[in-house]
């Protein structure tokens, strides 16, 4: 490519909210045939909130609140932010947490209070021997089929609650996999949450292929294996745990408003987090490799 043809290509980009960091995105991006999107803050807002808060054993609303936002107050996940607010909301108090551990893509773990608290995923409390998660997974189900992901609470191994939580789908969404479709691209959804939660998002949004319960690992995996099957791959992510599959995609686009080692991994990064953006990549794409030819 031309350096002019190039740099024109990132002005313009950067005048829509595409910025470009990696100049062979130009090159690449009119090629890409499939487009692989992460579902927390990539199609929704990324900006959670607690909707319902569902107790188990002897365990209350306001202290099972109290214990979980102590622990989710270290950490970054959107998800956690929710229940930090959600604590703030209801005038309770965040307690001191030691031992805070951070499990990507599955949950967080710490002690409060001389408790051990482990917040996240089915499998997650299922691997720590967590009593009674069964009871939880009914109740889950209801406000998952809604598109809610809700987050397992247990205190001292035996489940204590379960959380749903609410990201809206975000309202440039619908009309950029619209856009997408009609470009012809493939468009398969990612999501380290539980089946029922993907299957309720995809299906809203008429995508017609995701995965869930996937890994960061499975994540890098599936873009890897899509690119060995000669696809041409641009991955969307907002997470940490998507920093892996951003790196091996052809194309590695960020949301700006996403973590910053996402934003590292990527090639383009999304102002404002829209996802129409990737459109516009293909659009200047083409302009810049037709300007050049
Ligand atoms: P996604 O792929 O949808 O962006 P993640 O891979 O970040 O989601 O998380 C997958 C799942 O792990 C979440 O749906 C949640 O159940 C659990 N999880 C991850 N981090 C946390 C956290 N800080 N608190 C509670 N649950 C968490
Ligand atoms: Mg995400």
Redesign the pocket.
């Given at each position: 490519a031309t350096p002019m043809s190039v740099m024109v290509g990132v002005g313009r980009g950067a005048k829509e909210g595409v910025l470009i960091k990696n100049a062979e995105v130009l090159e690449v991006m009119e090629k890409v045939d499939t487009i692989v999107v992460?579902?927390?803050?990539?199609l929704t807002q990324g900006r959670p909130a607690v909707t319902a808060v569902e107790t188990f054993g002897k365990w209350s609303e306001d202290d099972v609140l109290i214990l979980a936002a102590s622990v989710?107050a270290q950490?970054e996940?959107p998800?956690?932010d929710a229940?930090v607010r959600r604590a703030k909301a209801d005038d309770l108090p965040i307690h001191e947490a030691t031992d805070f551990k951070?499990?990507?893509?599955?949950?967080?773990q710490a002690h409060v209070d001389d408790h051990t608290i482990l917040?996240?995923?089915t499998d997650?409390l299922q691997q720590h021997n967590v009593a009674e998660v069964d009871a939880g997974l009914n109740a889950a189900k209801n406000h998952q089929t809604e598109g809610a992901?809700?987050?397992f609470v247990s205190i001292d191994d035996q489940l204590a609650a379960i959380l749903a939580i609410t990201d809206p789908i975000k309202e440039s969404t619908p009309n950029a996999l619209q856009t997408l479709h009609e470009l012809g691209l493939k468009v398969i959804m990612?999501?380290?949450?539980?089946e029922p939660t993907a299957k309720a998002v995809a299906t809203k949004l008429g995508i017609d292929e995701f995965h869930a319960g996937?890994?960061?690992e499975d994540?890098h995996a599936f873009v890897r294996k899509l690119k060995n099957d000669g696809k041409i791959v641009a991955m969307c992510?907002?997470?940490i745990?998507?920093a892996p599959a951003l790196a091996e995609a052809n194309v590695g686009i960020a949301m700006g408003t996403g973590t910053g080692v996402a934003i590292e991994s990527a090639g383009v990064t999304l102002v404002g987090g829209d996802l129409r953006g990737v459109a516009a990549a293909g659009n200047l794409s083409r302009k810049t490799m037709s300007n050049i030819r």
């Open positions: 992460d579902k927390t803050g990539t989710e950490s996940h998800l956690a229940v951070s499990i990507t893509g599955g949950g967080v917040i996240g995923k997650l992901t809700v987050v990612l999501t380290g949450d539980a996937v890994s960061p994540k992510g907002d997470g745990n998507d």
